[in-house]
């Protein structure tokens, strides 16, 4: 295995040089810990809490695995194929322990939550496991892994937001953050792991958030993507007044930290997503006009099975209302084809809900069965897999051309970009995002602009996913 085949520095000087990936003053450290994640980015956020309970017990980062003491893998369940990742990359480390005896390797989130000790016990391919509510103890499994014994903590919690931590950034372009608000999942839907590894749904002190984010942006941060499975059931009683804030008015206050920073949020289950909180976003020029509304699928029995709880007309009335609160909103969703009974007119209904939602993007899967789901014990996973992949294909097709339609409609439209980054195909061009979510490359020129720095830019083309423009006076 070539794990890092371009990096010509010695272990040393790879050492040296990675002390200080902390975004705290700076540090020294003799130990270091590598950390690899998967899955959404509630799981990219929690790497970034263990990355700091790891720093304040004498491991600093680094991002060169050959030279790690401790090697840790953030892990998804949420379909097969993502563990199927997992189990390799696994087994590559391992090859790893041959080389450097001393060197532990653990498994963290929901695949550790799904399958507890067995990848340390009968797999044998793991050191630690730690599960998503357990990370205030992986320095202690980590003095027990070390001296020979099973070190396994996938206790879930009732309480636990890892409130009052603070994250230390790994991998971060200094302009966008995330901020998780809540944990867990009380929703069950019927294919989903994610209430089994994540537990039950709890939310974040607001103050904490609040602080978390004043905080990012004092360091030059633009953008903040609040997260949560579920975030429009965001609600946080204040034991000390007992009041209570909701999604929108936690939205809201995020929002008035300053007008230059982006309030972004994600995700939204149709069934909770109020008036407040869109009427909030359309009165806060900085909160980003993009909305992510999983719709799983069009059909109305299959929504049923799926125990989604509402219908196809519920769902696209509350695009509807999207639209009419903010015309320019954009609006993508999650679809999965081929779940279990679904029919080819079901899966017709997708289609047509899709075009009738318009969504500019779409994240597409074809069902995985999950051990332990509602739909496991319930229902035969009956679609075979051709035929799940047939339709995946058909939702695709169709995703690509209403996003393309979607795209050629921007032509001729000014947006202000907000700056992240160089593109990925030329130093000469800026890489960002508008509020609606649409990434736009256009050439820095002579222009004497910085990441971090909003620009309106005119979008003059598109290609596949990205729109491409120049630097509007206007
Ligand atoms: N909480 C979010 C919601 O309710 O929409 C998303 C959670 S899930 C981590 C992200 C997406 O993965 C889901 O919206 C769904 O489309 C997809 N997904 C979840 N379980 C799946 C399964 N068993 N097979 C295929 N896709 C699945
Ligand atoms: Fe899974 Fe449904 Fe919860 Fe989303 S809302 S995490 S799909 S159970
Ligand atoms: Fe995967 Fe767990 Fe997120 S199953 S999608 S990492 S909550």
């Not at 696994?90 to 498994?107: D, M, Q």
């Not at 995330?178 to 019927?190: A, L, P």
């Not at 009419?324 to 009974?341: H, L, R």
């Not at 969504?359 to 999950?370: I, L, N, T, V, W």
Request: aromatic share 10%; proline share 3%.
């Amino acid at each position: 295995m070539e794990l890092y085949a371009n990096d010509t520095k010695t272990h040393d000087e790879a050492r040296q040089g990675e002390a200080f990936a902390s975004n705290g003053p700076k540090k020294h450290f003799d130990k270091f810990f590598y950390v690899e994640s998967y899955g959404c980015a509630m799981n990219f956020a929690d790497s970034e809490v263990v990355a700091s309970i790891l720093e304040t017990n004498g491991y600093g980062s680094t991002r060169n695995a050959e030279i790690a003491d401790l090697i840790l893998v953030n892990t998804c369940s949420v379909r097969e194929k993502a563990e199927q990742t997992v189990r390799k990359r696994l087994t590559e480390f391992r090859k790893l322990k041959t080389a450097k005896p001393g060197l532990l390797v653990g498994i963290l989130g929901c695949m550790a939550e799904r399958l507890k000790s067995q990848l340390l016990e009968e797999e044998k391919l793991v050191d630690i496991v730690v599960g998503p509510d357990a990370y205030r103890t992986l320095p202690d499994l980590i003095a027990e892994a070390g001296t020979g014994q099973k070190a396994v903590n996938v206790i879930l919690s009732r309480d636990e937001t890892y409130g009052d931590i603070a994250p230390v950034r790994l991998d971060s372009n200094g302009i966008s953050g995330f901020v998780s608000i809540m944990r867990g999942c009380n929703n069950m839907c019927s294919f989903c792991v994610v209430p089994f590894t994540r537990g039950r749904e709890r939310s974040r002190d607001a103050f904490s958030i609040v602080a978390e984010c004043r905080d990012l942006f004092e360091k030059g941060y633009k953008e903040i993507t609040l997260l949560g499975q579920n975030v429009d059931s965001y609600y946080w009683n204040n034991p000390e007044t007992n009041t209570s804030v909701t999604f929108a008015q936690l939205l809201e206050s995020v929002a008035q930290i300053d007008i230059s920073l982006r309030v972004r949020f994600s995700t939204s289950h149709p069934k909770d997503i109020t008036d407040e909180v869109l009427f909030t976003m359309a009165k806060y020029y900085n909160i980003c006009k993009y909305i992510h509304l999983p719709v799983q699928s069009g059909s109305t029995r299959i929504l049923q099975l799926m125990n989604r709880t509402y219908t196809r007309e519920w769902y696209l009335s509350k695009v509807a209302r999207i639209k009419e609160i903010m015309p320019e909103a954009s609006v993508s969703a999650d679809i999965i084809a081929g779940f279990c009974t679904e029919t080819e007119e079901d899966h017709q209904d997708t289609i047509r809900i899709m075009k009738e939602a318009n969504y500019d993007y779409s994240y597409m899967y074809f069902y995985s069965e999950r051990p332990g789901t509602l739909a496991a014990k319930r229902y035969e996973d009956d679609i075979p897999e051709e035929v799940k992949k047939r339709r995946l294909q058909e939702i695709v097709d169709v995703q690509w051309v209403l996003s393309n339609e979607s795209n050629k409609k921007d032509v001729g439209k000014i947006f202000e970009v907000l700056i992240e980054g160089n593109s990925k195909k030329s130093t000469e061009d800026w890489m960002g995002r508008n509020s609606q979510n649409k990434v736009i490359v256009f050439p820095k020129g002579m222009h004497d602009f910085k990441k971090g720095d909003y620009v309106n830019v005119l979008v003059t083309d598109f290609t596949k996913g990205t729109l491409l423009g120049t630097v509007s006076n206007k």
